[in-house]
T-cell receptor, first 113, second 112 residues
Framework: GQQLNQSPQSMFIQEGEDVSMNCTSS?????WLWYKQDPGEGPVLLIA?????ELTSNGRLTAQFGITRKDSFLNISASIPSDVGIYFC?????????????FGTGTRLLVSP | SQTIHQWPATLVQPVGSPLSLECTVE??????LYWYRQAAGRGLQLLFY??????ISSEVPQNLSASRPQDRQFILSSKKLLLSDSGFYLC???????????FGEGSRLTVL
């Protein structure tokens, strides 16, 4: 099935560093979502974006819905060890009626204390 | 508030045995329900989704089937498991046409 291009695939950073990851698509999306998955658990929704250009923060996390509606990024500031996990972007295609979410391939984040 | 629960959390089954994973959503009505599979260290693959009782859509040809006997219950089944069915299975729900998807805790299946 269709997937979003998410990068980087993995990141290994020092505690306190800022992190940036992004997702791109050839299709236009109406909604962008960012999830975090801890090992052995289901993904948890971090941020939801509904409008092109929208910039939304959730604590140390900031995400933006790209103007072209074909991309989104997630920034994490001042990373801490509990930020470790896999981050997924997801988008809902535009159009009428029921639309499934399309998921990115994930960014694995490792944080060194 | 809405909750989603799936069980069992962990399952080890021999090749050729049957499978039944259950998922229940509470605190909402007429949800869209989904089954995803996640191979180790990989992304999420949509297996089935359902927009109503008895309505099942399959995304990929496979050895598994899904059923929705009640509004808030979604079941993933197999008559004979294959080694390749091993993985982490996630149930999820959302409402109407909104995108926000909420996941269960996951069920880890190991087929030996």
């Amino acid at each position: 099935g269709q997937q979003l291009n998410q990068s980087p695939q993995s990141m290994f950073i020092q505690e306190g560093e800022d992190v940036s990851m992004n997702c791109t698509s050839s299709s236009i999306f109406n909604t962008w979502l960012w999830y975090k998955q801890d090992p052995g658990e289901g993904p948890v929704l971090l941020i939801a974006l509904y409008k092109a250009g929208e910039l939304t923060s959730n604590g140390r996390l900031t995400a933006q819905f790209g103007i072209t509606r074909k991309d989104s990024f997630l920034n994490i500031s001042a990373s801490i060890p509990s930020d470790v996990g896999i981050y997924f972007c997801a988008g809902q295609l535009g159009g009428t009626g029921f639309q499934k979410l399309v998921f990115g391939t994930g960014t694995r984040l490792l944080v060194s204390p | 508030s809405q909750t989603i629960h799936q069980w069992p959390a962990t399952l080890v089954q021999p090749v050729g045995s049957p499978l039944s994973l259950e998922c229940t959503v509470e605190g909402t009505s007429n949800p869209n329900l989904y089954w995803y599979r996640q191979a180790a260290g990989r992304g999420l693959q949509l297996l089935f989704y359902s927009v109503g009782i008895g309505q099942i859509s399959s995304e990929v040809p496979q050895n598994l089937s899904a059923s929705r006997p009640q509004d808030r219950q979604f079941i993933l089944s197999s008559k004979k498991l294959l080694l390749s069915d091993s993985g982490f299975y996630l149930c999820a729900w959302n409402r109407g046409l909104t995108g926000e998807l909420f996941f269960g805790e996951g069920s880890r299946l190991t087929v030996l």
